[in-house]
């Protein structure tokens, strides 16, 4: 099949708007962009006019490979936001923690992900854009409550003084499952210490050592349950609802930093190795083994090796002298 002259300059524009889309991570660019010397972010926005591929259904086709995203329903800004969010938590382990100041191409995404949490802001997303968040595990805030509530002053154990913060929790938010970087939520005071601790406190030391025995038995014993008071039981069961946990709610260890960020630099070196730069594309995935000497020790582990390499060339400011030398060494490029 003989192409048009048409369809040869979309597929050269269509090469420099993937370039883009690997530093990017989107292919909403605002006008001014460029990429492979092509006005890639005027050539986008002409795209997204309404009717501009009314003939050219094929074109569309290859724009949706690209990126499933590069004509959303929501402001191209909004997801340029969101596109940087996603690479810089791409690797990481539990909610998304990106503090105000945090930047990406001059953009303040901690900024604009607190904004988006408010629950005024939340409301206002269309049903696409808060999937979107919450696919990476972001929720609203809570709404602020009406009124403060205020404190005992009577003399109250440190127990009490848990379950009372717990079964305010719950009441609250209808769940028991309480962030482990939860700051907002804390117990009420207690007048004879003057201090308050976390709420995930109760729950992780009460019920996360747990377990519950077979229902034959009809026993509940565990390494944290075992040894709370009767009375104390009955305040978890009946006041809360939680019961010793299961062996297979038990956490996880996780891996230290230190052996991630080992794990990846020695993916990027044996890409390095084989092909000689380390021009890794945003969605390579990076196969290596771990392990000992051979046989059953060795594993065999998948890393997204284009994701992580983005994400160090964006905190590159926070990274140390030590970390900065091993990348630089293998061809790191960090701009």
């Known amino acids: 099949m003989v192409r048009s002259l048409a369809d040869e300059r979309f597929q050269e524009n269509l090469e420099a708007a993937k370039t883009y889309y690997d530093q990017h991570w989107t292919l909403c660019a605002p006008r001014s962009a460029t990429a492979l010397d092509r006005p890639v972010g005027q050539w986008m926005s002409n795209l997204r006019r309404p009717g501009a591929l009314d003939d050219h259904p094929e074109w569309e086709t290859a724009l949706e490979a ?3 995203d590069w004509n959303p329903s929501w402001p191209p800004e909004w997801q340029r936001h969101y596109a940087a969010l996603r690479g810089l938590v791409t690797d990481e382990e539990g909610p998304a923690n990106v503090l105000p100041g945090v930047t990406v191409h001059g953009m303040d995404i ?7 949490r408010k629950p ?3 409301q206002a997303l269309t049903d696409g854009q808060r999937e979107r968040l919450e696919q990476l595990g972001i929720t609203p805030l809570p709404p602020a409550p009406e009124a403060p509530v205020k404190p005992s002053t009577a003399p109250v154990s440190a127990f009490e003084e848990g379950v009372a913060a717990l079964a305010q929790y719950k009441t609250r938010e209808g769940r028991l499952r309480v962030p482990s970087r939860d700051d907002r939520d804390r117990r ?3 007048r004879s210490e003057g201090r308050r601790l976390p709420v995930e406190h109760e729950v992780k030391t009460r019920k996360a050592h747990c377990r519950q025995t077979p229902a ?3 026993s509940r014993t565990g390494v944290g ?3 709370l008071t009767g009375v104390q039981q009955w305040m978890f069961e009946q006041v809360l609802g939680i019961e010793p946990a299961a062996e297979d709610e038990k956490p996880q260890p996780r891996r230290a930093q230190a052996d991630k960020w080992a794990a990846n630099l020695a993916a990027a070196r044996q890409f390095f190795e084989r092909e000689v730069h380390l ?3 945003r969605k390579h995935v990076e196969t290596i083994t771990v392990g000992g000497g051979g046989g059953e020790d060795q594993e065999q582990r998948e890393l997204r090796l284009g994701a992580w390499i983005g994400n160090q060339r964006s905190r590159a400011a926070t990274l140390t002298p030590e970390r900065i030398e091993q990348l630089s060494k293998i061809g790191m490029r960090w701009t």
Request: glycine share 12%.
């Open 110 to 116: 901690g900024k604009w992900l607190a904004r988006q």
């Open 279 to 281: 021009r890794v594309p």
């Open 216 to 218: 034959t038995g009809g």
């Open 188 to 190: 009420p005071r207690a």
């Open 66 to 68: 690209a990126d499933k």
């Open 225 to 227: 349950w075992e040894k």
């Open 120 to 122: 005024e802001v939340w």
